[in-house]
Nanobody, 118 residues
Framework: QVSLVESGGGLVQAGGSLRLSCAASGSLYYTNTMGWYRQAPGKQRELVATITTGGNSNYADSVKGRFTISRDNAKNLVLLQMNSLKPEDTAVYYC????????????WGQGTQVTVSS
């Protein structure tokens, strides 16, 4: 069993920066995709950014150029550097790690609140 623990959320003014961190405890034996999703009040959960074991990343259009995802495979760690934050980035941010196919799994973190004030 794998658990994901997020940290780094908080309150920041518009234009500011935050860095989210997610550490996976337990072993991830296979290649996988780690990512960040977010859910604002009254809205569906949406993808923010993902990154594969090989380092291929993908971003939502709304965060391209502002957010950067990275990972440390040796530490089972994924980071999300968020710059130029906007009030519309306010949401609960969730970490996720998935693998499809052989040895498949899908784990979610408990979420961390990010609030951007105008």
């Amino acid at each position: 069993q794998v658990s994901l623990v997020e940290s780094g959320g908080g309150l920041v003014q518009a234009g500011g920066s935050l860095r989210l961190s997610c550490a996976a405890s337990g072993s991830l034996y296979y290649t996988n995709t780690m990512g960040w999703y977010r859910q604002a009040p009254g809205k569906q959960r949406e993808l923010v950014a993902t990154i594969t074991t090989g380092g291929n990343s993908n971003y939502a259009d709304s965060v391209k150029g502002r957010f950067t995802i990275s990972r440390d495979n040796a530490k089972n760690l994924v980071l999300l550097q968020m710059n130029s934050l906007k009030p519309e980035d306010t949401a609960v941010y969730y970490c996720r790690v998935t693998r499809l196919g052989y040895g498949s799994f899908d784990y979610w973190g408990q979420g961390t609140q990010v609030t951007v004030s105008s």
